[in-house]
C-alpha cells in the first residue's frame, strides 16, 4: 500500500530539495569524487524513497557509504525546509514521506566491519590502535606473570614435560607482547631509546636472558643456540634497546630455521666498539624479499618463498633502534645457507665488574 499518491505535491518539494542538495557540493566535498558523483547519488536516494513509500523494501541500489549518509541528512534538512513553506500540504502524506526517508537512513547504516574502517581511516585512528595494543599488553603480561610462576616452582613441582610446555607458553605471550609494543612506539613515532641515558650493564647478562627467552622454542625445533661474549662483557650503554633488538632478531632467526643453529655473537672491534650479531643456517632470503624486508606494514605476497611477517613491525622497530644508538642494521643472506644480521656500536668499557674471557656457550 502506497503511504504517498504519485500525485502528491510533496513530490514536487522533494526534487527541488534534491536540486538545492546537488547545487551545494561544497558541504559534502571531503566525501565526493566529482559533482557528478554527487548529483547522481541524490537522484538514487530519491528514487529509494520513492521506492519506500509506495511499499516496496529497502532498495540495494544505494551504497551505505559516508557521502549517501551525509547527502540523505541534507535531503532531509532540505525536504523539511521546504515542506513547511509549501501550501496545504497533507500531514499523513508529509509522514509518509519522512518515514521513508528514516527507513533509508536506516539501511544505509554501517556495519560494525564499515564502523571500524571508517573510525580507523579518521583522525583518530591511529589512537584506536594505540588502544587495541594496550589491551593487548594487560592479559599478556598477566599470562607471563603466572608461567614464570610456573616455571619456577612457586605453585608446587612440574614435570619436565609441564616445564618445557610453560616455556613455550612464555615464549609465546612475550612475543605477542613484543608486536603490541611494537605497534605502540611506531605508531607514536618512538623509535627514540627508552633508555636515553647510556648506563653500565653486562652483556653476558643480556645474552643469557635472551637465551632463556628463547630456549624453549629452540628445544622444540631441535636447534642449537649458540652465544659467544665478548673479553670485556661490561659496557656503558643503553641495554633496553639492545636486548630488544637482539631477542627480536633471534626470535626470527629461530622462526625460519629447521635444522642446525642460531648464532647470537657479540665482538670486540677497534676502540669502543663492539660486534652484534645474529646468524642462522635457515632457508636465506631471496632478493625479491629483501627489498621489504624492513618495510611496516608490508603485504605478504602468497608466493613469496620467505614468507616472514606480514606487518614487518619487528624488524622496523629494529632499525629504528639501532639506528637510535648511533649505527646501521644490515644483513647478509645466502639462499638455502642462511642469514646473518649484524651493526656495530661504541659501547666503552667501564671498570665496574671484572673482565671476563671471551666465551662461547651453546644450548
Not at 17 to 45: I, M, P, Y
Not at 83 to 97: H, N, Q, V, W, Y
Amino acid at each position: 500500500m502506497a503511504l504517498v499518491p504519485p500525485g502528491s505535491v510533496l513530490w514536487d518539494v522533494l526534487s527541488r530539495a534534491a536540486l538545492q542538495v546537488e547545487g551545494g557540493t561544497d558541504l559534502v566535498r571531503e566525501d565526493a569524487v566529482s559533482a557528478q558523483e554527487v548529483s547522481n547519488l541524490t537522484a538514487g536516494l530519491v528514487s529509494a524513497i520513492r521506492q519506500l513509500a509506495d511499499g516496496d523494501a529497502p532498495p540495494a541500489g544505494v551504497p551505505p557509504s559516508t557521502l549517501s549518509r551525509r547527502l540523505l541528512a541534507l535531503l532531509r534538512h532540505r525536504f523539511v525546509e521546504a515542506a513547511a513553506a509549501a501550501p496545504s500540504t497533507d500531514p499523513r502524506e508529509l509522514l509518509g514521506i519522512l518515514w521513508s526517508v528514516e527507513r533509508l537512513a536506516a539501511s544505509l547504516e554501517p556495519s560494525w566491519h564499515e564502523r571500524f574502517t571508517d573510525r580507523l581511516s579518521g583522525p583518530d585512528g591511529l589512537e584506536l590502535v594505540v588502544e587495541v595494543a594496550h589491551d593487548l599488553r594487560s592479559p599478556l603480561t598477566s599470562i607471563l606473570f603466572l608461567a614464570e610462576t610456573l616455571l619456577r616452582g612457586r605453585s608446587g613441582p612440574i614435570t619436565p614435560l609441564q616445564e618445557r610446555q610453560l616455556g613455550l607458553v612464555y615464549s609465546a605471550a612475550f612475543g605477542l607482547s613484543a608486536v603490541a609494543s611494537d605497534v605502540v612506539e611506531l605508531v607514536r613515532g618512538r623509535d627514540r631509546l627508552a633508555d636515553l641515558d647510556p648506563m653500565p650493564f653486562s652483556v653476558m647478562d643480556i645474552f643469557e636472558s635472551v637465551r632463556d627467552i628463547v630456549r624453549p622454542i629452540a628445544e622444540e625445533k631441535g636447534l642449537e643456540v649458540r652465544i659467544g661474549f665478548p673479553e670485556r662483557p661490561v659496557r656503558i650503554g643503553h641495554p633496553v634497546a639492545l636486548n630488544r633488538v637482539l631477542l627480536n632478531l633471534i626470535t626470527n632467526a629461530l622462526k625460519f630455521t629447521d635444522q642446525g643453529f642460531v648464532e647470537l655473537a657479540a665482538v670486540e672491534g677497534p676502540g669502543d666498539e663492539v660486534l652484534f650479531s645474529v646468524r642462522d643456517t635457515g632457508r636465506g632470503i631471496p632478493p625479491r624479499a629483501m627489498e621489504l624486508l624492513f618495510e611496516p606494514f608490508r603485504r605478504r605476497e602468497r608466493e613469496r618463498e620467505y614468507a616472514f611477517s606480514g606487518s614487518g613491525l619487528g624488524l622496523s622497530i629494529c632499525r629504528k633502534l639501532v639506528e637510535a644508538m648511533g649505527s646501521e642494521l644490515a644483513v647478509e643472506t645466502e639462499l638455502g645457507k642462511g642469514t646473518r644480521f649484524h651493526f656495530r656500536v661504541p659501547l666503552p668499557v667501564t671498570g665496574v665488574g671484572e673482565p671476563a674471557a671471551a666465551s662461547s656457550h651453546a644450548l
